[in-house]
């Protein structure tokens, strides 16, 4: 009888046909996604061509050996050495944004701060001319829609629309790139085609990085923002040492809320699991969310503490070979836009209520309103 187990996935989750398994457990979910007897896909379940080269989402959607081929040609992107080289680009991107916050007026934290900031960042490391950010964004957002499920057939149409108009944009990025290369990431993908990246692989690993690239930190930096509001001692405590506690900030929220709240590994062989015989082919899903309040690894789980002395590592990142690849990226995104917020507007508060996004994967505020300053 213990909760955070194993036990029998009811719909929605995932392919229901040869039925699933959900897990709370922080110990469990990390074991199923460290454990390579789990894939992320079914080798039985091929998916129709077309969808699969339409939803492909390059090394996320893959196992061993494309997986490990394809994320070493994005990782170079993401070493330390890289991400220290665009923090200036994020503490000006920070700067600006907040240049723009009126004294005393209500404004949205989610349009206004925290969407704009991973929006250009990315872009920016992909190689987008500034000109064409804002349509690449803009499609991206719809290509993200589709990691919670394609829900009607006018969902369909619009991502097969957007997908269409995101492989033009990116096409005429490569051939751009392979005229004139620069040190960004499409320069760096165009130099290795035809021997580690084949010319049809090309877009969904822009898709894939354009996507995880914003879709989750955005929720990363409302999430956060939102939890410190709801405890204004914490709020507090960040404004006297911004640059001291920013960082635990980001940690705290990625635990306590974190942007993805669910991801599934499926057996590739029939095996054990806490007592439970899973089959092949059966999905394990493991609930991130759940996870990160698991009280055996989180004392008083439930509770934000930005002073929490760290007993275990959260999953908000996930766990083994999928390792969120971005992760250096976002955790200093999410440390700049939470320090800069406390130096210049330590007396941020709600100015109206928070919406939600309505998703069962990802999480965040799709609107935020706050205000800072007189009155
Ligand atoms: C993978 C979360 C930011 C790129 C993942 C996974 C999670 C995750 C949970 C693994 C999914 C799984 O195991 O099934 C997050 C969160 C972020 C964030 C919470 C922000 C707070 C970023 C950024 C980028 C990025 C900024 C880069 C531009 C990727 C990529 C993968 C990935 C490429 C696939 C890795 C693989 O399959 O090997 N992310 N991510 N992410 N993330 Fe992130």
């Not at 061509?49 to 196992?63: Q, R």
């Not at 057939?153 to 751009?176: I, Q, T, Y």
Request: include cysteine; aromatic fraction near 6%.
């Amino acid at each position: 009888d213990d909760p955070y187990a194993v036990y029998r996935g009811m719909p929605p989750f995932g392919p229901t046909r040869l039925g699933n398994w959900v897990t709370t457990s922080h110990a469990i979910c990390d074991a199923v996604l460290r454990d390579r007897r789990f894939g992320v896909r079914s080798a039985d379940l091929t998916a129709a061509p077309a969808m699969a080269d339409e939803f492909d989402m390059s090394f996320l959607d893959k196992d061993p050996p494309d997986h490990t081929r394809l994320r070493r040609l994005a990782q170079p992107s993401f070493s330390p050495k890289q991400i220290a080289g665009y923090r200036p680009r994020v503490e000006r991107t920070v700067d600006e944004l907040l240049d723009r916050v009126e004294v005393g007026e209500t404004f949205d934290l989610v349009s206004a701060y925290a969407a704009p900031l991973p929006i250009r960042v990315i872009t920016d490391l992909l190689g987008v001319p500034d000109a064409d950010a804002e349509r690449f964004a803009a499609y991206g957002t719809v290509i993200a829609s589709a990691l919670d499920g394609i829900h009607s057939l006018s969902h369909a149409a619009r991502l097969k629309a957007a997908n269409r108009d995101l492989r033009a944009l990116f096409e005429d990025l490569f051939a751009l790139r392979r005229r004139e290369p620069a040190d960004d990431v499409v320069s760096r993908l165009v130099a290795a085609e035809g021997h580690r990246i084949q010319p049809h692989e090309l877009v969904p690993m822009c898709n894939l990085l354009l996507v995880a690239g914003f879709e989750t930190t955005v929720n990363l930096v409302g999430n956060a923002v939102n939890a410190l509001l709801d405890h204004p001692a914490q709020w507090e405590a960040l404004c006297a040492d911004p640059a001291g506690l920013a960082p635990a900030a980001v940690e705290e929220t990625l635990r306590y809320d974190p942007p993805v709240q669910r991801t599934a590994r499926c057996a590739r062989e029939d095996l054990e699991l806490a007592g439970h015989l899973v089959r092949r082919g059966q999905y394990v899903i493991t609930l991130i969310g759940a996870a990160n309040r698991d009280p055996r690894a989180f004392p008083d789980p439930d509770t934000f503490d930005i002073h929490r002395a760290p007993t275990a590592d959260h999953l908000a990142f996930s766990s083994g070979i999928h390792y969120c690849v971005g992760q250096p990226l976002a955790r200093m995104e999410g440390e700049i836009a939470l320090r800069r917020l406390a130096e210049r507007l330590p007396d941020l508060r709600r100015a109206g209520p928070l919406r939600r996004r309505v998703s069962g994967i990802v999480r965040g505020p799709i609107h935020l309103p706050v205000r800072a300053g007189a009155r």
